[in-house]
């Protein structure tokens, strides 16, 4: 079946620490998307990418980085400049200019800083 | 710019009560609108779409009509069962060039159905 797989599902970071969280999907999208979630606020875009070896900033990028080398994975880095980042991490896909076309969204990956 | 008003959360409802959840969206141009629902500890789901004015999208006795005139996007249940418990997000998406199709989200609204 076709779909989006993150991973991994739980993870802890210490202060100062870099860490990625993977996603990698089957379904042929052009464009990939990071959002963040966290309690009351709804989902807040990260980054996106429409096309292999390109992508923007959405409305927080600040201390977060990604690449987009394959059409298949658009990895999300959170770095130690990010001053927040305990949270729950929504990767999805979609393609573009399309009504009919939504955007598929994985389970999710939950940082925690210890 | 654009941007997506849900109600506020938590709902607490009895099974088989009548669901509202209200939504309203600013936008420019003529987006679609997306109703998604997450479960507890799960990603989003797509619930019900529309992608111009008057469509209704439904699913699963979930409805919501899309309404230029009131820019709104109101999902409706008739009668709510205790599986319905989860966080329902209103999204809209733009249809503007430029705009990369990344959904914009409201803050979501928790339902609570009891027995």
């Known amino acids: 079946d076709g779909g989006i797989t993150q991973s991994p599902k739980y993870l802890f970071r210490k202060e100062g620490q870099n860490v990625t969280l993977s996603c990698e999907q089957n379904?042929?999208?052009?464009?990939m998307y990071w959002y963040r979630q966290d309690p009351g606020q709804g989902l807040r875009l990260i980054y996106y990418?429409?096309?292999?070896?390109?992508?923007q900033k959405g409305d927080i990028a600040e201390g977060y980085s990604v690449s987009r080398e394959k059409k298949e994975s658009f990895p999300l880095t959170v770095t130690s400049a990010q001053k927040n980042p305990t949270a729950f991490y929504l990767c999805?896909?979609?393609?573009?200019?399309?009504?009919?076309?939504?955007?598929?969204f994985g389970a999710g990956s939950r940082l925690t800083v210890l | 710019g654009n941007s997506v008003t849900q109600m506020e959360g938590p709902v607490t409802l009895s099974e088989e009560a009548f669901l509202t959840i209200n939504c309203t969206y600013t936008?420019?141009?003529?987006?679609?609108l997306f109703w998604y629902v997450q479960y507890p500890g799960e990603g989003l789901q797509l619930l019900l779409k529309?992608?111009?004015?008057?469509d209704k999208g439904s699913n699963k006795g979930f409805e919501a009509t899309y309404r230029k005139e009131t820019t709104s996007f109101h999902l409706e249940k008739g009668s709510v069962q205790v599986s319905d418990s989860a966080v329902y997000f209103c999204?809209?998406?733009?249809?503007?060039?430029?705009?990369?199709?990344?959904?914009?989200f409201g803050q979501g609204t928790e339902l609570s159905v009891k027995p």
């Open positions: 999805a896909s979609g393609q573009l200019f399309s009504g009919a076309n939504v955007l598929t």
């Open positions: 379904l042929n999208h052009d464009a």
């Open positions: 990418s429409q096309i292999v070896n390109d992508f």
């Open positions: 936008a420019t141009g003529y987006p679609s």
């Open positions: 529309a992608t111009k004015a008057d």
């Open positions: 999204a809209l998406k733009s249809m503007i060039y430029n705009q990369g199709g990344k959904l914009i």
